[in-house]
Every structure is written in structure tokens, then in C-alpha cells.
């Protein structure tokens, strides 16, 4: 029963700011790397942000300097600090991990999404 629970979307105004949490439960061996991807009514999804088990980071474009991702191996939970949020950043954020389920089987695994909007 592995699995991906998404927390912290909502509504904000521009300019606001929201953390959001994905917390990895189950029989995991260990977590790779993860990252979130969201997706907008009409567009594709796009990532947004991952982060590797060593902790290096990469972003897009679009939210350099706004956005952080962060992990708490501890507790398989990484985390998307969003600020200075814009109305372009509204859209369903999904969780995405890709994990070791033993030491030879590697897997990935989506969440169900939250809703960030963002107001202007």
C-alpha cells in the first residue's frame, strides 16, 4: 500500500504564499528523486520543481526564485514552499515519486493532486 497523499493547496491572493506537502507511505526501500508537476485547464502538465535524494534541485523557468523545493527523508515528505504566488500559478499540483520498492525494483508513483488558485 504504497502511496502518495497531497496536502496545502487552496486559495491565495497574488503575492501570497503556500507550502505544499507529499508524504510517501508504505513499504519503501527508498525514495529517489521527486518532484511536482501541475497542470492547468487546456495546458499539459509541466514539472515544476524536483528534487534528488542528495538534494539537488531544478526548476522551472517560470518559478526560479519563487518557489523551493525540500525534502524530510526522515519522513519520505517533500515539500513545495511556494511565494509571491501569481494567477499563472493556478492549476492542480500532483506529487511524483520514483522510488525503490526493494533494493532491485525501482517505481514511480503520482498523487492525486491539490488545488492551488491564486486570485489576482
Known amino acids: 500500500q504504497v502511496q502518495l497523499v497531497e496536502s496545502g493547496g487552496g486559495l491565495v491572493q497574488a503575492g501570497g504564499s503556500l507550502r505544499l506537502s507529499c508524504a510517501a507511505s508504505g513499504t519503501i526501500f527508498s525514495l529517489n528523486a521527486m518532484g511536482w508537476y501541475r497542470q492547468s485547464p487546456g495546458n499539459q502538465r509541466e514539472l515544476v520543481a524536483s528534487?534528488?535524494?542528495?538534494?539537488?534541485?531544478n526548476y522551472a523557468d517560470s518559478v526560479k526564485g519563487r518557489f523551493t523545493i525540500s525534502r524530510n527523508n526522515a519522513k519520505n515528505t517533500v515539500y513545495l514552499q511556494m511565494n509571491s504566488l501569481k494567477p499563472e500559478d493556478t492549476a492542480v499540483y500532483y506529487c511524483?515519486?520514483?522510488?525503490?520498492?526493494?533494493?532491485?525494483?525501482?517505481?514511480?508513483?503520482w498523487g492525486q493532486g491539490t488545488l492551488v488558485t491564486v486570485s489576482s
Open positions: 528534487i534528488t535524494s542528495g538534494g539537488g534541485t
Open positions: 511524483h515519486a520514483d522510488y525503490l520498492a526493494t533494493i532491485l525494483r525501482n517505481l514511480e508513483l
